[in-house]
């Protein structure tokens, strides 16, 4: 069985038709990059993924199931800009999320339990590489270190899949790329499925094992909310460089926004 499948999976607001059409399958172990121009819906198919947003119409199954319309343990998020609360420590903001499963009233645990919290948060702040900055606030952070703690709370709760949205869109090259290091071992030591949303053409190539290309086949210029995108391109991807002909397939189906924006 299959991990996840769509099938005529919609999503509108009111009139406005943002997503039409998903039809498709992804197995447990899965890097799926997601690209396309800005606003075409990608955030909000994570946002369904993630339970926050409900489907419209057809169907969206979790092993088996309709994926709940309330975010769980099983599926984790980091953000581009900082998800992380800014009145607590590394340690206490990786905490947290075990805090709240287990007293969703005062957020916080007492005696054993917390010393099982803290010592299970301190594993994954080591995971992430952030163990001399266990004391540490965000605001003494850098930004990558800020992903990195975003991270590491988001893998609190073990969960099976991670939902990664431009997670790395605001750091600078060379910190991008010891994220990608940091991204790529612990989807292969966690054996996570990872959705990642990004508008590097060549970061989508280099990390994932499978593209999605987001974009509208069918346009009304009378009424632009009429029609919503769609997985145009689903193509199995060998963790190398982007073929030199894609900018120009990917153009040649009207997709212009999307090889400007990424292959500068
Ligand atoms: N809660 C909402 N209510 C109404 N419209 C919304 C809501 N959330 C998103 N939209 C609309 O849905 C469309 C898709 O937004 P979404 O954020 O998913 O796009 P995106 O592809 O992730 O864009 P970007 O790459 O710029 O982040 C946009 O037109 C947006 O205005």
């Given at each position: 069985?299959?991990?996840?499948?769509?099938?005529?999976?919609?999503?509108?607001?009111?009139?406005h038709?943002?997503?039409?059409?998903?039809?498709?399958?992804?197995?447990?172990?899965?890097?799926?990059?997601?690209?396309?121009?800005?606003?075409?819906?990608?955030?909000?198919?994570?946002?369904?993924?993630?339970?926050?947003?409900?489907?419209?119409?057809?169907?969206?199954?979790?092993?088996?199931?309709?994926?709940?319309?309330?975010?769980?343990?099983?599926?984790g998020?980091?953000?581009?800009?900082?998800?992380?609360?800014?009145?607590?420590?590394?340690?206490?903001?990786?905490?947290?999320?075990?805090?709240?499963?287990?007293?969703?009233?005062?957020?916080?645990?007492?005696?054993?339990?917390?010393?099982?919290?803290?010592?299970?948060?301190?594993?994954?702040?080591?995971?992430?590489?952030?163990?001399?900055?266990?004391?540490?606030?965000?605001h003494?952070l850098?930004?990558?270190?800020?992903?990195?703690?975003?991270?590491?709370?988001?893998?609190?709760?073990?969960?099976?899949?991670?939902?990664?949205?431009?997670?790395?869109?605001?750091?600078?090259p060379?910190?991008?790329?010891?994220?990608?290091?940091?991204?790529?071992?612990?989807?292969?030591?966690?054996?996570?499925?990872?959705?990642?949303?990004?508008?590097?053409?060549?970061?989508?190539?280099a990390?994932?094992?499978?593209?999605?290309?987001?974009?509208?086949?069918?346009h009304?210029?009378?009424?632009?909310?009429?029609?919503?995108?769609?997985?145009?391109?689903d193509?199995?991807?060998?963790?190398?460089?982007?073929?030199?002909?894609l900018?120009?397939?990917?153009a040649?189906r009207?997709?212009?926004?999307?090889?400007?924006?990424?292959?500068?």
């Amino acid at each position: 069985m299959s991990l996840l499948e769509a099938k005529r999976l919609e999503k509108h607001y009111g009139g406005h038709v943002v997503l039409e059409g998903l039809d498709f399958t992804v197995d447990a172990g899965e890097f799926v990059t997601l690209v396309g121009a800005s606003g075409c819906g990608k955030t909000t198919f994570l946002k369904m993924l993630l339970g926050t947003e409900r489907i419209s119409s057809g169907e969206f199954i979790l092993d088996g199931r309709p994926i709940p319309d309330e975010p769980g343990p099983d599926r984790g998020v980091v953000f581009q800009k900082y998800s992380v609360f800014p009145h607590l420590t590394v340690l206490g903001n990786v905490m947290i999320a075990e805090e709240l499963e287990q007293s969703r009233l005062l957020g916080k645990c007492f005696g054993a339990a917390r010393r099982r919290a803290a010592d299970k948060a301190r594993e994954r702040i080591a995971q992430v590489g952030l163990d001399q900055a266990l004391a540490k606030y965000p605001h003494e952070l850098s930004g990558g270190m800020q992903q990195r703690l975003a991270i590491a709370q988001a893998l609190m709760m073990r969960p099976r899949i991670l939902l990664l949205d431009e997670p790395f869109g605001a750091l600078d090259p060379g910190i991008r790329q010891d994220m990608h290091e940091l991204i790529t071992r612990l989807w292969q030591e966690q054996q996570l499925t990872i959705f990642m949303i990004t508008h590097d053409l060549k970061e989508a190539f280099a990390l994932g094992t499978r593209l999605w290309v987001f974009d509208k086949l069918r346009h009304d210029p009378q009424a632009p909310e009429a029609f919503g995108a769609t997985i145009t391109y689903d193509l199995p991807i060998g963790r190398h460089a982007p073929p030199e002909d894609l900018p120009a397939h990917l153009a040649a189906r009207g997709i212009e926004t999307l090889t400007q924006e990424t292959l500068i």
